[in-house]
Nanobody, 122 residues
Framework: QVQVAESGGGLVQPGGSLRLSCAVS????????VAWYRQAPGKQRELVAS???????NYADSVKGRFTISRDNAKRLVDLQMNSLKSEDTAVYYC????????????????WGQGTQVTVSS
């Protein structure tokens, strides 16, 4: 069974920093595209940042210059470094991972983590 688990959320003051981590476990041939999403109360889930298997990173305009997404394929980790946090960054953050289960020719399957709460408040 493939599992995607986020960690690192919590309560932080405005202007502070947090680092979220996403760990992928279970049997898989390779990881394709990875991304972080977030969902604030009463709002739709939105893309925060993504890294394709090949290509450059992509960020939502609201987090550009403050957040950095990174991946370690060997360790199957996807991190999100969040700096200069604002109250409007408060949300549940979800890791999204595309996995090829058995070979490079398989279409990637989409997996979500359970989410981790980030609260920015004084």
């Amino acid at each position: 069974q493939v599992q995607v688990a986020e960690s690192g959320g919590g309560l932080v003051q405005p202007g502070g920093s947090l680092r979220l981590s996403c760990a992928v476990s279970g049997s898989a041939f390779s990881i394709s595209d990875v991304a972080w999403y977030r969902q604030a109360p009463g709002k739709q889930r939105e893309l925060v940042a993504s890294i394709p298997s090949r290509g450059s990173t992509n960020y939502a305009d609201s987090v550009k210059g403050r957040f950095t997404i990174s991946r370690d394929n060997a360790k199957r980790l996807v991190d999100l470094q969040m700096n200069s946090l604002k109250s409007e960054d408060t949300a549940v953050y979800y890791c999204n991972v595309g996995l090829r289960r058995y070979s490079a020719y398989d279409p990637p399957l989409n997996y979500w983590g359970q989410g981790t709460q980030v609260t920015v408040s004084s």
